[in-house]
């Protein structure tokens, strides 16, 4: 308990309690606020991972500090000022995409944004992206279409062109259609609204993969390496309809595979609204991995055997 009493009269010597003024009302609900959109910004972007490791250092350090582990509070403290100019090296695309943000928004959407949560996507948007893959498929018409999750996807919305469109099978076949100025890249769906087209995606450098899929696969299997995102993939050579989510590609799939998906993808983001509302941690499923529906393989293969 010395140690303890020590550390904090030692680091924290400046805080004491005083009986709060108007002024300081103020100043509390402004920081408060700011607080909230950085830590709202963080867990949107790649830089909550960093958060949380900032977290632990400082606990770390905290722990070090009463127990007097002066080696390691030596090269902690020579590292801080490193670590400082390596994590703004590492992460100033999501720092310059941030203030940028703040610069562009109105000061009332910015607060009130986030209180209105609508889920992934509909019933009905779900009916209008199932509907879409029939008719691409049966035309053959290449189209990569993701669906943003909770993570964030601006950097990815920036590099096309906006629409803010309600999501249509209309607006998507022609989007898709060829010799048209938006069926190049990636469509994004925020929110039922179909955000930006032309999109560019990062593709996927897993080599496991199959090497008879193109560019539009390897794009769709990318971003949901890096985000919580499901995309759906239109082969333009065969055909076929295909999901990627979690670095995981699902093939060959019909219009009930599709919506089956899509209402997993929402019950998911439900439960996990509920259970943060409610406080209580959901139970981890185990993941479910299916590369490929081997349905259509299996009757090739008995046709086969039976001429």
């Not at 582990?69 to 403290?77: A, D, G, Q, R, V």
């Not at 879409?132 to 964030?152: D, F, H």
């Not at 979690?246 to 259970?275: A, I, P």
């Amino acid at each position: 308990m010395d140690k303890i009493s020590t550390f904090i009269s030692t680091y924290f010597d400046w805080f004491y309690i005083t009986v709060p003024g108007t002024v300081d009302i103020i100043e509390i609900l402004i920081l408060s606020f700011f607080i909230y959109r950085i830590m709202l910004w963080f867990k949107q972007s790649r830089a909550w991972t960093l958060l949380k490791g900032i977290v632990m250092i400082v606990l770390f350090t905290a722990i070090a500090a009463v127990f007097q582990f002066n080696t390691i509070l030596y090269l902690l403290k020579n590292a801080f000022s490193v670590g400082i100019i390596a994590v703004v090296i590492l992460f100033q695309p999501e720092f310059r995409r941030g203030l940028e943000q703040l610069g562009r928004k109105k000061l009332i959407n910015y607060i009130i944004r986030d209180g209105e949560d609508d889920g992934v996507i509909s019933e009905k948007t779900i009916y209008e992206l199932v509907k879409t893959a029939q008719v691409l498929s049966a035309n053959r018409t290449g189209a990569l279409i993701v669906i943003e999750n909770e993570v964030a996807l601006g950097e990815y919305i920036d590099t096309g062109i906006p629409i803010d469109a309600v999501v249509t099978n209309q607006l998507l076949l022609n989007i898709f259609e060829h010799n048209t100025p938006l069926h190049d890249g990636a469509v994004i769906i925020r929110k039922n609204r179909v955000v930006s087209a032309t999109c560019y995606l990062p593709l996927s450098a897993n080599d496991s993969i199959n090497k008879e899929l193109g560019t539009r696969h390897r794009a769709g299997i990318g971003i949901s390496e890096v985000s919580d995102s499901m995309t759906l993939i239109v082969s333009e050579e065969t055909g076929s309809i295909s999901i990627a989510q979690g670095g995981e590609l699902f093939r060959n799939l019909d219009s009930e595979g599709v919506r089956s998906h899509l209402q997993t993808l929402c019950k998911e983001y439900n439960g996990r609204k509920s259970h943060r509302s409610s406080g209580v941690r959901p139970v981890k499923r185990r993941k479910r991995v299916v590369v490929e529906n081997k349905n259509k393989a299996s009757r090739k293969e008995a046709d086969e055997n039976e001429k």
